[in-house]
Structure formats: C-alpha cells, structure tokens
C-alpha cells in the first residue's frame, strides 16, 4: 500500500513571502499521476496541479509543481492572503487506487 | 461552467442506509469518469469509488467495498452512491469529482454531510 507522506504539517508565512510544500511517496509514482489541491475552509478541493507540473485551468502562474520518482514538490511564489489554504497531494495507481496525502496547512 | 451539486445527506443510525446524488451540468456526462471522495470532520481527503463514463466498470476502496455502490443515470446527468451498513467511521462530507487528465479530479462539488450516530 502506498502512502503519501506531506511536510510540514503546518507553514507559517506572511503574503509575499514564498512557499514550497513537499509530498514523499513511500513508492516510485509516475509524473504522470500526481497531483496537488488547494482547499479552504468549508470549501471543496480544487485543483491545482496535474502531472506534477502543469497547471489546471485558472490556476495562477505563482503556483507551480515538480519532482520525480518519490519526491515532489508544490511551490508558490509570492503568496496572496488567497493562498493562505490546506493542500494535498494525490497519487493515482498504486492501492489504494486514488491516495492523498495528509495534507500541509499553509497559515 | 461546470457545476456538480450533491445531494442527499443526512443523520442515520449505524447499519442504515442512504442514497446519495450529484447533478451534473455544463459538460458532456457520458464521457467522462466520475468519483466519489470523503472528508470526516477535521480530517483528510480520502477516495471512496469511481465509475466509468457508461457505468459498466465500477472500483471501491477497501473500506466501503460490499456496502456502497456507485451507479450513474446519463438520461439524468446524475451520480448517485448507495450507502448500506453504515457504520459511524462513515461519517463525512461526501463529494462527488469529475476525473481529470493523469488521474486528478478536476471538478468537485461543495459537498454533502453523512452523520452516522445513534
């Protein structure tokens, strides 16, 4: 069984500072599946990176996604009061079939 | 503009049941994958089911495999999940997704609370 394993589990920053948000895999995923979500409270998830580096439709250019094999990693440049959120990884292939990770609050 | 509204949820006693919905609109239904996701209170993202765009094929997680069925209405444009033998560990806001490109969903709807308590 896989697991995604996300650091920190808390980032403490301020607007315009920059954030990176990293997703360990406990297996090889392929770039192809990865993915990264942004949630705020009481709101659905919503996408934000697919393959682990392009970006979903809408989604600002200061975010941006990279990594391989068991490590991957989320980045935002220059954060919106917008961006302050709960995010997720997801891996989709190994069992169970669709992980998330546990998720990294960005404060 | 897509939207997915789910519908459905409600307070149930252990080894209940439920059915849950989400209408779809502002995409072609029949051709894309659909899944259900959960979220109990204060926790993570965790997936539940998928379903094929003609509902033919069908996967569950582990934890919900031989009492919920996912099923699809493409007439309708609807999404529904049949919950049986429910169990207070199910307790969760239930969101139905559009399966994106790579595995990702890139669609989701706002969500629909299940409270399993007696």
């Known amino acids: 069984e896989i697991v995604l394993t996300q650091s920190p589990g808390t980032l403490s920053l301020s607007p315009g500072e920059g954030a990176t948000l990293s997703c360990r895999a406990s297996q090889s995923v392929s770039n192809t599946y990865l993915a990264w979500y942004q949630q705020r409270p009481g709101q659905a998830p919503r996408l934000l990176i697919f393959a682990t580096s392009f970006r979903a439709t809408g989604i600002p250019d200061r975010f941006s996604g990279s990594g391989s094999g068991t490590d991957f990693t989320l980045t935002i440049s220059r954060l919106e009061p917008e961006d302050f959120a709960v995010y997720y990884c997801?891996?989709?292939?190994?069992?169970?079939?669709?992980?998330f990770g546990q998720g990294t609050t960005l404060e | 503009e897509v939207r997915l509204v789910e519908s459905g949820g409600g307070l149930v006693q252990p080894g209940g049941s439920l059915r849950l919905s989400c209408a779809a609109s502002?995409?072609?239904?029949?051709?894309?994958?659909m899944h259900w996701v959960r979220q109990a209170p204060g926790k993570g993202l965790v997936w539940v089911s998928r379903?094929?765009?003609?509902?033919?094929?069908?996967t569950y997680a582990d934890s919900v495999n031989g009492r919920f069925t996912i099923s699809r209405d493409n007439a309708k444009n609807t999404l529904y999940l049949q919950m049986n033998s429910l169990r207070v560990e199910d307790t969760a806001v239930y969101f139905c997704?559009?399966?994106?490109?790579?595995?990702?969903?890139?669609?989701w709807g706002q969500g629909t609370l299940v409270t399993v308590s007696s």
């Open positions: 502002g995409f072609t239904f029949n051709s894309d994958w």
């Open positions: 997801q891996q989709y292939g190994y069992s169970p079939l669709y992980t």
């Open positions: 997704a559009r399966e994106g490109r790579g595995g990702s969903h890139d669609f």
């Open positions: 379903i094929n765009s003609d509902g033919v094929t069908t």
